[in-house]
């Protein structure tokens, strides 16, 4: 169900692949009513934020994004003031290597949200990548001022995620819970339409061709359970071939990132549904 009254909270996290920019092609697509809304592949979160339902789980397998969200709803002030630690020297190259060093477990809750909020306006393209070991390993983004944190925002976002669920767990885990007449929303790391194309890794565990087939074994018992599901993915032939026979609809999306500035341009991605 959706909440009665909007609040004026928007997604906080530069995200690479986001919803936001598709939330109007997608808007005529969203189930009009349901029980709890879940997605299980939170990143930036931008369809919670559009939907803003009242009941929700918002997961994710990456343990800085999660913990992230959590502080953001438990403790905006303390965050805010963490991050306001990081202004002064939030243009210099030399201090984003720095922070961008610091091992997370060393930090508390708070001090980690506020990194991971830091790396994210600070370094190139708003991208989360890590290396097989799990560390962040993105390059600075060189901007000459850029804004960490929105002050009317972020207290709106808190007020948003107050009550909901926020778990880190890897998605089938989640999925298990969802029951009949639930908002499933899947918005897995695409399938790359090149090999040249795969960019980036979320978590340190790859989302290759056979998780993206276990996803689609997910999906599929998901429907049989009597569950909405939405997913979106990139338009490769393996992820047409996985969703045939349900309800597939083509969106154009801006290609934000890529090495060429002239490869950067409107692609079609790929919205799966079981209902509608």
Not at 64 to 90: K, S, W, Y
Not at 109 to 129: D, H, P
Not at 207 to 215: C, D, I, P, T
Request: hydrophobic share 35%.
């Amino acid at each position: 169900m959706l909440a009665q009254t909007l609040l004026p909270a928007r997604p906080f996290l530069k995200w690479a692949g986001g919803k936001a920019q598709l939330i109007p092609q997608m808007e005529p697509f969203f189930p009009k009513d349901f029980r709890t809304y879940f997605e299980p592949f939170l990143g930036g979160g931008a369809v919670f934020f559009h939907l803003q339902p009242e009941k929700a789980m918002l997961s994710d397998s990456n343990p800085e994004l999660v913990n992230t969200f959590t502080i953001v709803r438990d403790d905006p002030g303390g965050l805010m003031r963490a991050l306001d630690e990081h202004l002064p020297q939030r243009t210099e190259e030399a201090y984003f290597y720095k922070v961008r060093a610091t091992d997370p477990s060393t930090l508390s809750s708070v001090e980690r949200a506020a990194r991971t909020i830091f790396l994210n306006k600070t370094c190139f393209n708003g991208l989360y990548r890590v290396n097989s070991d799990g560390n962040f390993n993105v390059p600075w983004g060189g901007y000459k001022n850029p804004t960490l944190y929105d002050r009317e925002n972020l207290p709106a976002t808190s007020a948003l995620l107050r009550g909901k669920n926020i778990v880190l767990a890897d998605y089938q885990k989640v999925c298990a819970r969802v029951k009949i007449g639930d908002f499933v929303y899947l918005d897995p790391p695409y399938h790359p339409l090149s090999e040249t194309s795969k960019f980036t890794s979320y978590t340190k565990e790859d989302f290759g061709n056979r998780e993206q087939r276990k996803l689609a074994e997910t999906y599929r018992r998901l429907d049989k359970r009597g569950v909405l599901v939405m997913l979106s993915n990139s338009a490769t032939p393996l992820v047409k071939t996985l969703y045939d026979g349900f309800r597939i609809e083509a969106l154009k999306a801006k290609r934000a990132i890529n090495s060429k500035g002239t490869a950067r341009g409107a692609i079609d991605e790929l919205l799966v549904m079981n209902y509608g």
